[in-house]
């Protein structure tokens, strides 16, 4: 049995050296994913100085020297060509957006005077202070043109397409995300919409696998239920390898009779790494890769197992073998409401489901939700996701703030 420590970082290895497929995405279809490309900008951020109110624009030479009314000379538009103030006793109406009229350097809002638009005077508001630059969004006080935008690895949200528009990109080049099998072995198990008998239960977990899986933007998933049979297992499994660059099974990995996915998993040449680890729950969790560099996930069958380890293990190494560039694992931290014990003691780390509170202090509040056990979904609804107690300690004290994971993307 190994550590979780250690099993993240072999995890994590193994994933970091897949060999990643590229391919791009247009802007019209701008969803997650990461840039395999630098981006620079092809002008400067402003290209123009940019009016950032509206109101006039004047010169500021001229208020200084003591002009405080003035005749309207124009109107500058957003979008419209530039215009020059001939006249520095006069202004131009300007709006936000608009290019600064040359020979203008400050801009006074409507706030700030009077205008009467029949005489075509604009008056300024006594003890304003009017200098050069004033609400005036300079060229290039952003990013200069050749300056770099956006880094390869970077994830693309909202304001990284933003960029990409700015720039005249309409296709980025991005790491594409990997193939995935879902596969939940059981002889147990019926798929959702068949009325089970007596002894059998609807197959659950690679639906909840799945929502997590497209909830990061993975949506290359083929989804089946495989008995736990010898020959239907090697047949199955066999296919679903060939077929993904990921694997991901849940049931049949722990020590029962009818537990056959590790023996079967070596017999069709996929090297296991490692199988257990000092975790609750999820301690059956067996890892491996098949030939052409496929991973393994064999996720326990537990409901609640199963979508633990999938958020601890293999969602972190789907990101990285989508091209995502982290320095760790964790991404977020919950700050415990209330004191939280280990009843399996200092050995062994545990995740505990919680729910999260944001407060006005800006911190993520977490708090345990006790008597869920691994076989227990329906309970796990009331939860938002799940803490990490480090081994090492059986009691976590209130205050201390923990890894989370959350179901969402808080």
């Excluded at 003035?70 to 060509?81: I, V």
């Excluded at 798929?191 to 949506?219: Q, V």
């Excluded at 089946?224 to 049949?252: F, N």
């Excluded at 029962?256 to 296991?272: M, S, T």
């Amino acid at each position: 049995m190994i550590s979780v420590n250690d099993a993240t970082h072999v995890v994590l290895s193994s994933a970091a050296q897949f060999s990643q497929r590229l391919t791009s995405r247009s802007l019209d279809h701008g969803q997650w994913a990461y840039l395999n490309e630098a981006i620079y900008a092809d002008r400067d951020f402003p290209p123009f100085d940019r009016v950032a109110m509206d109101g006039i624009a004047l010169s500021a030479t001229r208020w200084q020297q003591g002009l405080r009314e003035y005749s309207l000379a124009g109107m500058q538009a957003a979008g419209s060509p530039l215009q020059l103030l001939s006249n520095p006793d006069t202004c131009i109406e300007v709006m936000t957006g608009a290019r600064l009229p040359s020979g203008c350097d400050a801009v006074v809002r409507y706030e700030d005077l009077t205008l009467c638009r029949n005489s075509r005077r604009a008056r300024l508001t006594p003890h304003l202070r009017v200098f050069s630059g004033l609400n005036i969004h300079q060229q290039a006080s952003d990013k200069r043109r050749g300056d770099l935008l956006c880094t390869p690895g970077s994830k693309l949200l909202p304001p990284h397409w933003a960029v990409l528009a700015s720039v005249g990109t309409i296709r980025a080049s991005i790491v594409d995300t990997p193939q995935i099998t879902l596969l939940a072995s059981g002889d147990e198990l019926v798929a959702p919409h068949l009325k089970p008998l007596s002894h059998e239960i609807r197959a659950s977990n690679p639906f909840a696998i799945a929502a997590a899986l497209r909830d990061r933007g993975f949506t290359k998933i083929s989804i089946a239920l495989v008995e736990d049979k010898h020959e239907q297992l090697c047949v199955q499994l066999s296919s679903a390898i060939a077929a993904s660059e990921v694997c991901i099974i849940s049931g049949g990995v722990s020590a029962g009779a009818r537990d056959l996915v590790p023996q079967v998993l070596e017999e069709i040449g996929v090297r296991k790494i490692f199988h257990h680890v000092a975790q609750r729950p999820g301690k059956p969790l067996w890892f491996g890769e098949a030939p052409g560099k496929t991973l393994v996930f064999a996720l326990p069958g537990n409901p609640v197992a199963a979508l633990f380890t999938a958020y601890r293990y293999v969602l972190p190494a789907l990101q990285i073998m989508s091209g995502q560039k982290v320095a760790s694992r964790v991404q977020a931290y919950g700050v415990l409401s209330e004191a939280l014990s280990s009843p399996r003691g200092a050995d062994t780390t545990l995740f505990a489901p919680v729910r999260i509170s944001f407060g006005n202090d800006g911190l993520t509040r977490v708090c345990p939700l006790p008597g869920i056990g691994s076989g227990d979904l329906a309970a796990l609804t009331a939860s938002d996701g799940f803490v990490e107690c480090p081994a090492g300690r059986s009691l976590y004290a209130a205050g201390e703030a923990l890894p989370l994971y959350s179901w969402g993307v808080h």
